[in-house]
């Protein structure tokens, strides 16, 4: 992994420690922006994929807390909210940080109390893949590689 590593805190909430303070943006993005939300992060990962292949991303990152901005040269990251709490970063490190924040979600037991409407039958991270897939109308660039 880059140097960002995530687990949950006793409200199962998400956290993250970095070894290098250039990448604690970027975890903070994560953790804010993304959530536990595994639909977004489907969203992060395909945006970087469709950029990485010589694409625009298949839509505009919306958000209330960070404005991000994916090219082939890196991604941007400023708070809205936190006067200069902004970073770059290079698309494969931030590639790699996503894939490791997918994993981390998608490896995450299920609340057991929770019901979910869609699909019940699978876990909930395939669930969502579904979901993605049926919003966008097309395979996620992912899967078969992460999932």
Known sequence: MNGIRFSTDQYRLSTFEVDDQRLRVLGAWLITDVSKHLLVCLDALAMVDDVSQGRPPFEE?????????????????RNEWVEGEEAGYPLAEFREAVEAYWSFLAGLPENPHLVREHRPDLP?????????????????PYRGRLF
């Open 61 to 77: 990152w919306s958000s209330e807390n960070y404005a991000v901005s994916i090219t082939p040269e890196g991604v941007t990251l």
């Open 124 to 140: 909930e991270w395939e669930a969502d893949l579904l979901n993605w897939e049926g919003k966008w109308g097309r395979l996620h």
